[in-house]
């Protein structure tokens, strides 16, 4: 059965990896600190892969650095500021989905975003994107108590867009995305064109639906409008 043939009445997107690819900026970050401090620039890819495990992660990665040390603390202050100097510098929607969230507000679909990325830095990046139109919800850990994988963020968003949970689709790249929205209610799409993990097996993550790019992403869902 196909879990879309129903009346969606929201989708809902987690930002990087998902809406957005954004690893590009992260990716001149790690290399430019590495360099210097005289360290030899890291395997793109590497880099990439870790993006969804946020600013500590990536910087461990690029100084093998312990988080919560004083050395690790400053490292990650220095990668937040240079990262908010130059927040949406190269980001760009994944393709087709721009055209999708147009096509979701003609059909009268309210559309939005839940992410564990700050308000401050969400924020401007999705107004630096130029979305038409754009989301209708945004929810950032500083909207809520928990984060993912909590579903409160989910919740809260379809509450604000007066969604039912179980009429509402979530996309993300992660585990903690499809473990949300599962616990939402949700119906959810494990996105594996975003940051995996060599580690990762979406297969595992128990999303009702996989897609692999994010044109086959748009094509569910103008299907499911139809």
Request: one cysteine or more.
């Amino acid at each position: 059965m196909n879990v879309l043939k129903q009346p969606l009445e929201s989708v809902l997107f987690d930002l990087d990896g998902t809406l957005v690819d954004t690893a590009g900026e992260f990716v001149a970050i790690v290399q430019a600190m590495r360099g210097e401090h005289d360290l030899q620039p890291l395997e793109e890819q590497l880099i990439r892969r870790v993006v969804s495990n946020g600013a500590n992660a990536l910087v461990s990665l690029a100084f093998d650095s312990e988080v919560d040390t004083p050395v690790h603390e400053a490292l990650r202050d220095e990668f937040l500021n240079r990262y908010a100097a130059q927040l949406g510098q190269s980001a760009q929607p994944y393709p087709a989905l721009r055209e999708l969230v147009g096509d979701l507000a003609r059909a009268g679909i309210p559309w939005g975003v839940v992410t564990n990325k700050l308000r401050r830095f969400a924020e401007p990046l999705m107004a630096s994107l130029n979305f038409l139109p754009e989301a209708n919800v945004l929810v950032t850990p500083c909207d809520v108590r928990a984060s993912k994988p909590d579903p409160e963020a989910i919740l809260q968003a379809c509450s604000r867009v007066s969604a039912r949970p179980e009429g509402s689709l979530y996309i993300g790249d992660h585990a903690r995305d499809i473990e949300a929205g599962r616990r939402a209610g949700c119906i959810t799409i494990a996105a594996t064109y975003g940051y995996l993990t060599d580690n990762d097996d979406p297969k595992s993550w128990g999303a009702d639906l996989i897609v692999d790019s994010s044109q086959e992403l748009a094509t569910l869902i103008r299907q499911a409008m139809e």
